[in-house]
């Protein structure tokens, strides 16, 4: 049985940082693309951090270039989501996924969208004070 579990979310003043956490079990990640989707209230879920296994090139949507790494521990299968310099705009509910992409559109963002992820973690809060 897969399951993607995250961890790592709080509430943090604008400015903070935080670390998110996904561990992954039941499949082997060699072949996904592993990232972050986020959800606001009132909002549409939206990609925000990709990696391939085994990639250096990563994606990130515009709003966190900067602000956020993505990176991952093969052997642990886990992969983080280091957060900084965060806004109140960031507050939401991060989620882990899982996706069978080529590591190009990976890298690219492209194909990474709800509708294309294999797999869901039940997602942690994150809330960013003003």
């Known amino acids: 049985q897969v399951q993607l579990v995250e961890s790592g979310g709080g509430s943090v003043q604008t400015g903070g940082s935080l670390r998110l956490s996904c561990v992954t079990s039941?499949?082997?990640?060699?072949?996904?693309?592993m990232g972050w989707f986020r959800q606001a209230p009132g909002k549409e879920r939206e990609g925000v951090a990709a990696?391939?296994?085994?990639?250096?090139?990563?994606y990130y949507t515009d709003s966190v270039k900067g602000r956020f790494t993505i990176s991952q521990d093969n052997e642990k299968n886990t992969h983080y989501l280091q957060m900084s310099n965060l806004k109140p705009e960031d507050t939401a509910m991060y989620y882990c996924?899982?996706?069978?992409?080529?590591?190009?559109?990976?890298?690219?963002?492209?194909?990474?969208?709800?509708?294309?992820?294999?797999?869901w973690g039940k997602g942690t809060l994150v809330n960013i004070s003003s």
């Open positions: 996924a899982g996706a069978a992409l080529p590591s190009l559109l990976c890298g690219l963002g492209t194909a990474w969208s709800v509708d294309r992820m294999d797999y």
């Open positions: 039941g499949y082997t990640n060699s072949k996904y693309c």
């Open positions: 990696i391939f296994f085994g990639g250096v090139r990563a």
